[in-house]
């Protein structure tokens, strides 16, 4: 059994893989600023877990936390698009600085395995009914995805020069319990269940017809394992999406029908920078990754929601 670091460790999908590594026996470190994430999402009392407050953007926190470790989950990172837009140069601070750091601390280290949380968000608008392959364009619209997409080019060079094995994931829409709600920013998923729940009214930015490949959060885990652990790392990044497509509005619907009802549904202007149409071509997955067992949305709407 080994030791990981878990970047972004309080946070969502950091949470979920860290309980799946400590359940494996391994043990873990955390490193999350707690920007987003919470203590609460994390077993503080299990003695083989380590969480360290602070920044990925500050290079001497982020060596400290890689030295002796087996590998590292790269995952911190100001998860909102929107956040990105409203505010370019903080997010860039996580989102690019911190990647970098994480580079910069392995190759001084020696530590090799990098798992690297990359988005969808680069390949930028396709049209209706493309599925989105790794060769696609890359056409980042917004400071988020440029970070994202730099990051991977960095960690490429850091593989060439120095010998690290990035096994980068591109997620698609991940979904499932711990996506915090509380945010305007937050996973749409998140915040149309909670509202759903308590009866609030819903904002659509735009028609509703926006579609996104959703991915449920435990499924995605068992990938990010395998990134970690397997003997040989996959050196080409990989899409990570069922390629299915659903509008926001099928969301809805979904939703209505696990409550009886949806409260008031207002639509608003589409947000600038948003993708209209994103789904996945995950043949490279399937030819490099034992594959989970797909969690269908409607069975993942009900972990979420404890249905
Ligand atoms: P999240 O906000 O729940 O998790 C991110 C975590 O990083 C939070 O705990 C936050 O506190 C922490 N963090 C942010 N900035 C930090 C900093 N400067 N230093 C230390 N910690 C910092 O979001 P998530 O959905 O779990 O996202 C995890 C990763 O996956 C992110 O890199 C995100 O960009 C990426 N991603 C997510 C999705 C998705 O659909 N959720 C899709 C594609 C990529
Ligand atoms: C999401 C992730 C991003 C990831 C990308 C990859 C989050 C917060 N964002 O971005 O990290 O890189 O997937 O595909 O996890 N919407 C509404 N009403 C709301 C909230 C959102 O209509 O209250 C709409 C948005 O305008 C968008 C869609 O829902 O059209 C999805 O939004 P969001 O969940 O923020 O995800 P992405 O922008 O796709």
Redesign the pocket.
């Known amino acids: 059994m080994a030791e990981f670091l878990v970047?972004?460790?309080?946070?969502?999908?950091?949470?979920n893989l860290v309980d799946a590594l400590l359940a494996a026996g391994h043990d873990v470190r955390v490193?999350?600023?707690?920007?987003?994430?919470?203590r609460s999402?994390l077993p503080l009392d299990n003695p083989r877990l380590r969480f360290i407050e602070?920044?990925?953007?500050d290079a001497q926190i982020v060596a400290e936390a890689v030295a002796g470790c087996a590998g590292v989950a790269?995952?911190?990172?100001?998860?909102?698009v929107q956040a990105s837009v409203d505010d370019p140069v903080a997010t860039h601070?996580?989102?690019f600085i911190?990647t970098l750091n994480v580079c910069e601390a392995m190759r001084q280290q020696g530590v090799r395995r990098v798992v690297y949380?990359?988005?969808?968000?680069i390949y930028g608008n396709n049209g209706e009914g493309v599925a989105i392959d790794e060769a696609t364009a890359k056409a980042p619209l917004t400071p988020?995805a440029s970070d994202?997409l730099a990051g991977e080019h960095y960690l490429d060079f850091y593989r060439r020069q120095h010998g690290l094995e990035p096994a980068v994931f591109?997620?698609?829409?991940?979904?499932g319990p711990?996506?915090?709600p509380s945010s305007p920013y937050s996973?749409v998923i998140s915040i149309f269940t909670q509202r759903a729940q308590q009866g609030l009214p819903i904002s659509v930015f735009g028609d509703g017809e926006q579609t996104r490949d959703f991915?449920y959060v435990g499924d995605l885990v068992a990938l990010l394992m395998q990134g970690l652990l397997n003997q040989q790392a996959v050196l080409e990044p990989v899409n990570v999406g069922w390629s299915q497509a659903v509008s926001l509005n099928q969301l809805l619907a979904e939703i209505g029908t696990l409550y009886g009802g949806l409260p008031q549904v207002t639509h608003l202007p589409a947000r600038a920078g948003d993708i209209r149409h994103s789904r996945a071509d995950n043949s490279r997955l399937q030819a490099h990754y034992v594959m989970p067992e797909q969690t269908p949305l409607r069975e993942g709407l009900r972990l979420l929601l404890g249905l």
């Open positions: 970047t972004g460790g309080a946070g969502f999908i950091g949470s490193l999350d600023n707690l920007s987003m994430g919470k999402n602070g920044d990925v953007a790269h995952l911190a990172a100001v998860a909102s601070q996580s989102n911190g949380a990359s988005s969808a968000a988020y994202k591109r997620f698609f829409n991940i979904f711990r996506q915090d996973g991915f």
